[in-house]
């Protein structure tokens, strides 16, 4: 099993930036794929940005170029820096682990972008 704890979310204005930090902690493949995924309200989970035990990123089109990922701390820990942040990036956060046949959520952290 792996546990994920994120944090880092909270209330930014519009143009604003935030970081969030998910580590993760247990039995951890040193091959895996680590991710953000979000929800806002009555919309469906979707990718916001993914990047593998090698270094590998991917992003969904509306954060290119404003979000990056990034993991460190022996890639145990996966970072969302969200600059220019828009009230559409306003959702619940979810920090992902996955590697067969683990897929491991954390409890989610809300960011708010609102003046």
């Known amino acids: 099993q792996v546990q994920l704890v994120e944090s880092g979310g909270g209330l930014v204005q519009p143009g604003g930036s935030l970081r969030l930090s998910c580590a993760a902690s247990?039995?951890?493949?040193?091959?895996?794929?680590m991710g953000w995924y979000r929800q806002a309200p009555e919309n469906q989970r979707e990718l916001v940005a993914s990047i593998t035990s090698d270094g590998k990123t991917n992003y969904t089109d509306s954060v290119k170029g404003r979000f990056t990922i990034s993991r460190a701390n022996a890639k145990i820990t996966v970072y969302l820096q969200m600059n220019s942040l828009k009230p559409e990036d306003t959702a619940v956060y979810y920090c992902n682990y996955r590697q067969w046949p683990v897929d491991s959520w954390g409890q989610g952290t809300q960011v708010t972008v609102s003046s």
């Open positions: 247990g039995i951890i493949s040193a091959i895996n794929t």
